[in-house]
């Protein structure tokens, strides 16, 4: 039987500011990405996501992102290794406290923006996150955005990590998404048949036609898109057409 998660990043809003749909979105996902308050988010809108979870039986991990709010974490930083670490360990213990006053299970770790291109471009920046992971908690799973990240957890024998794909983005060739700069609705019935291609082939086809692998155990909807909803539902329906089953990251890595 074929098992994977559906995760979504959450808890972006901060103060007044709202982004994303996270209480329709919450029902359909297995896992949330929720922010740390560095990109986005802060300690109320923590709580509240983590409650919302906690209401739907959704696992949490955290989605760090650099100390930038008003670039919402997607401009470049020049931080040693060191430093990226330390960024990462704050938020993952602010978020992990929240989980913990809500009794619900805190099982990953999934960078974001300009951090997750850091670590995909600098394999020492990837090492020194991975390595504060493994000294905070063993059993946390790495949710890795692509090849290059993945290929170094896989030097670590402690670290459980997972493969992600995405369903609502295009691929390039080289497996590298192609991010639009405004958000335009997806087409349900695509977006399902992604899902079904990843899910059950390990494989999708890129924009330029050619069918590229995607080994993924996960599959990222991003919840602050027009449809996000609808796309959710086209997946429930082809995951009971397929004999899918979805399960949180912790009872697959």
Do not use: W
Request: aromatic share 6%; hydrophobic share 40%.
């Amino acid at each position: 039987m074929v098992v994977i998660d559906i995760n979504c990043d959450m808890g972006e809003s901060f103060g007044n500011y709202t982004m994303g749909n996270d209480a329709a979105v919450m029902p359909y996902i297995t896992s949330a990405n929720i922010a740390g308050g560095f990109h986005a988010g802060d300690p109320h809108v923590m709580d509240e996501t983590v409650a919302l979870a906690a209401e739907h039986g959704v696992n949490v991990g955290i989605h760090p992102g650099l100390p930038d709010i008003m670039g919402f974490g997607r401009r470049t930083m020049d931080a040693t290794p060191a430093e990226v670490r330390d960024y990462v360990v704050y938020q993952l213990g602010a978020l992990r406290a929240v989980a913990e006053c809500h009794d619900v299970t805190f099982q990953h770790v999934k960078p974001h923006g300009a951090m997750y291109s850091m670590l995909s471009e600098s394999p020492d920046h990837a090492r020194a996150v991975m390595e504060a992971i493994l000294e905070v908690d063993d059993d946390l799973v790495y949710l890795a955005t692509d090849s290059n990240i993945y290929e170094v957890t896989e030097e670590y024998d402690d670290l459980r990590a997972i493969f992600e794909g995405y369903v609502d983005l295009e691929y390039n060739a080289d497996r590298s998404l192609i991010i639009e700069q405004e958000k335009d609705s997806r087409d349900p019935d695509l977006v399902a048949e992604r899902f079904v291609d990843i899910a059950t082939e390990g494989q999708v086809e890129a924009a330029n036609g050619e069918t590229i692998d995607v080994p993924a155990e996960s599959i990222c909807i991003h919840g602050d898109g027009p449809n996000p909803v609808e796309l959710l539902e086209a997946i429930q329906d082809a995951a009971d057409d397929h004999g899918i089953e979805t399960a949180p990251l912790s009872e697959i890595a």
